[in-house]
């Protein structure tokens, strides 16, 4: 199978599907670039992070939309595009820009359905970059799922690797619900092995990515890969964790957590989103309430301190939870020193 | 297309409004009045504004006078033509029903039966579908898989109950227990190999036929728990003979029948009062931190078909002879048939394992955990014995005390032990 | 000739029937509310009901429109069924959203009604979105978001009309200017205190009509629809118009003048205004007027007897449709 990073087996995914079905389209700032410029090139962006490289030159401008920078307008349109019997996959180059168009997402797109009782559709997925680690500041930096999470109607995808993202991505466009995509900016050059063909990976069922019988971890995005390097570490103790990748935070596969639980009776959340009201705290609170009896010690949330993101990559790098406090974590969850 | 009587009610103004209280009318009874023309005036919380007249007609009746508060949809009024007749004015007062404004949630408990889905009809789609990798594997959890794996569970055969119908970790014990029960559909025998025949598993070399028989989860939480016990605890025991010669007498003395209390009810209520008097026994260990109980309660080790299990009689201490009696002997026929809740197994601070009635004369136990102790009760037998100078029969039996030693010291298990046969020699005072 | 001189006789009754259709269910409303019965809070749209009739007999079902809060008429006008409208007022459960939209969240997407829209400004970039589908699509459709004076102040809308114009999508944004933003007049509210030209600003074409005139708004709508269709991107129309009743029922309304409204209802009420030019015009007779008058007043009254009638949801309804598949 071939290796393929991230960014690439996302901009996989969108060729394929705007090739599969004609009702896809994509639209954002500078998904192409380069429109009104004096340079001549049509394609000066592809995206910023190169997710959308490609898509003009194959499918014109008709359905690859360079906006402009008008994130209401953005995701009101592909919400207005959706109504009108489109699939839209819009781009907000950042997560944090959920602020200049909370309406848009969570007044309306995430209740048309509801609130007509049953008759609308709003296949709309918006893709936005996440995460710290790169330096960017507080306003470039969030992990925004719990907060998206919260919000009925809204469905969230929170890829960790190459493989999830294209199959998540592909699901994300088939389905019928409204979609936020959040993917991870320092995982685009992560590499993995991708299919060429399209597939789909299903909402709402976690990966099982590491098995063992001491602790469950659950990890979330970027904290996957480091939960991984964490737990492979103490195996050479034999110290052995389930890890597991929920993959989606709504819907949320509680049932394989609790499962899990139930054989190791100790939990480590890690989570990148800030730990008031975050999905640590979510799934810890849903743990507590459905495997009360089966825990042996505490819960642990490993989670960034409640502060923006910082930009000075000192600080940045004593924000992001890593392979040291989630191990630490585990540790103090067996009692183990 | 005026309606002969029409009801004038407190009007609701806005979200917030519940009540109103009516400051001045402008009209009297008796008056002709048009509709929209402000007849009288009410004061909010917040305003004083106009009532406006909803139909044309009559003013027939005022209802709520200047000064008086009514809620909102409440009737205040009456209008109707001139020509309609008073009886007929006094029963529309009479059968009025208002509007109800109600913020308050509703007492009524939330539907039981799960979200509904609404149905999605796929919309078509324009371009070709793509010859796409299927997602099979998804329809089973990921720790289902593993247990399935481990039980050898074909997961073809499970029925799933999980979210949209996938094969959940229950579904799958539940389906393997089914399958050691017997009550599986008998496509379920690829659980029960034969040597003799294909089987997945590799089949033993040079061996006679046998039958691989999957762990149940109860056999599989026995094995695991005991063998954590065994490894992880430092165990030391305790062996003591008892005279049971007064325990049996005093028995012997009471009515007889079905409720008449056991030999083992006695050494539960002298056990009790022993671990009462020793709380260091009467104990769970919990990471650093030892629990000491109140009272004690005592798991009896009950042999059910479907393996060991151990129900708890609650605050032992407490309770007569005869309570125990009762009590116990309800608490062994539900394990016996599996009827047990789950409070009836979880928690306990000491337990009591009797192997007697199967003529074992003595034996030691493995450690119940979190708890610290556990006793092993022998069978009651003739045996020669020193009284005095004199060699004489008596009817003992061997009680065996494995105790953790992280908690019970030696010398404190022995005291126990001392306690509870000094009572049972001596037992009046149960 | 302009589009209103070529509508005959039909035409010009059903828009009567629609524009009388809109104001008697505004005006039962009115009396509805006041007794408790109808939860929730309510905005009226009698008086402007010439601007979304003269707007919507330029559409079909394959054209789009966003409404507002202030959303009845825009319903009625695009075809929504007038029973159902009633029973989702009254939070019913065959209301034509089931009960769970209520008065400002009206929509039938089969008639390309997208929703009322209970977020001043939430509108305007879902229509640019329909729009987008529209050319896409090349059938020659176009998408209209309907936005009060208030709405006009909103960052929403001033990028739905800005990207408008860089896609050159088929939409039209009408702009129904009735005077208050809320509770706070528009003369305050907006501060260049002109709408059509800063919809000029954005580079729309704009024009300002008399809403209470229905042929006014349909021929301005006709020539907006016209460019639409033809390739020529977006337009905008502001139509001077004013409501009946308060901002929602209840309002007190101590920003008007007390003789406001009555005044507004004697020289700027559509229907006495469509009466007239039909007399002077001769078009249609007075019979034919009373007799869509009379039709019309029965309808309501069975419609909100049924709606009194209709059962409520029953709580499974809560959990259904948050997702089409979860």
Partial sequence: MPQMTMRDALNQALHQEMERDERVIVLGEDVSGGAGGTSGEREASGGIFGVTKGLLPRFGAGRVIDTPISESAIVGAAGGAALAGLRPVAELMFADFVGVCMDQIYNQIAKFRYMFGGKSRCPVVIRMAMGAGMNMGPQHSQSIYALMTAVPGLKVVVPSNAYDAKGLLIEAIRDDDPVVFLEHKALYPRKGEVPEKPYTVPFGEAALVREGEHVTVVAIARMVPFAERAIDALAKEGITCDLIDPRTTSPLDFDTIVESVEGTGRLVVVDESPPRCSLAADIAATVAERAFGRLKAPIAQVTPPHTPVPFAPALERAYVPGPPRIEAAIRHVLKVS | MPTPIASLTMPKWGIEMTEGTITNWRVTPGTRIEKGQEILDVETEKIVNAVEAPASGVLRRIIAQEGETRSVGELIGIIADADVGEEEIERFAREFVAAAVSFEPTDAPPPTEPPKLADATAAPISAAAADDVGSEEARVSPIARRVAERLGVDLSKVHGTGRNGRVSKEDVEAYAAAVQGGTAPAAAASTVASATTASNAATPVGTSAFRRVAMNSRRRTIARRLQESKQTIPHYRLTVDVDFGPVLELRAGLPGGPSRPSVNDFLLRAAALALREHPDVNAQLEGDEILQFEHADIAIAVAADAGLVTPILRAVDTKSIVEIAHESRALIASARQGTLQREQITGGSFTVSNLGMFGVSRFDAIINAPQVAILAVGAVEPRAVVQGNDLAVARMATLTLSADHRVVDGAVGAAFLRSLGDRLRDPRGL | ?326
């Fill in chain 3, 1 to 326: 000739m302009s589009d209103s001189a070529r509508l005959d006789g039909t035409r010009l009754l059903r828009a009567y029937r629609q524009m009388k259709l809109i104001r008697e269910f505004e005006e039962r409303l009115h009396v509805e509310i006041a007794t408790g019965e109808i939860p929730g809070f309510t905005h009226l749209y009698a008086g402007q009901e010439a601007v979304a009739v003269g707007v919507c007999e330029q559409l079909g079902d394959a054209d789009y429109i966003v409404s507002t809060h202030r959303g009845h008429g825009h319903c009625i006008a695009k075809g929504c069924d007038v029973g159902g409208m009633m029973k989702e007022i009254y939070g019913r459960r065959d209301g034509l959203c089931h009960g769970k939209g209520g008065s400002m969240h009206i929509a039938d997407i089969d008639k390309g009604m997208l929703g009322a829209n209970a977020i001043v400004g939430g509108g305007p970039p879902l229509a640019v979105g329909a729009a987008i589908a529209c050319k896409l699509r090349g059938g020659g459709h176009v998408s209209v978001a309907f936005g009060g004076d208030g709405s006009a102040n909103q960052g929403t809308v001033f990028e739905a009309m800005n990207m408008a114009v860089v896609l050159q999508v088929p939409a039209i944004f009408v702009f129904e200017n009735n005077g208050y933003s809320e509770h706070t007049g528009c003369d305050y509210a907006v501060g260049s205190k002109d709408l059509t030209a800063r919809a000029r600003g954005f580079g729309l074409v704009a024009e300002c009509v008399d809403g209470a005139d229905f042929h006014a708004v349909y021929d301005a709508m006709g020539r907006a629809v016209e460019r639409a269709r033809a390739g020529g991107g977006p337009s905008a129309i502001e139509a001077r118009i004013t409501r009946f009743y308060g901002h929602f029922e209840g309002d007190p309304q101590k920003y008007r003048a007390r003789d406001e409204v009555a005044r507004h209802r004697e020289t700027m009420d559509c229907l006495k205004r469509f009466r007239e030019r039909m007399r002077a015009g001769g078009e249609l007779a007075e019979a034919q007027l009373d007799a869509v008058d009379a039709e019309v007043l029965a309808l309501i009254e069975r419609i909100v007897a049924d709606a009194k009638a209709a059962p409520p949801p029953v709580e499974a309804d809560l959990y259904t449709d948050v997702y089409i598949h979860y």
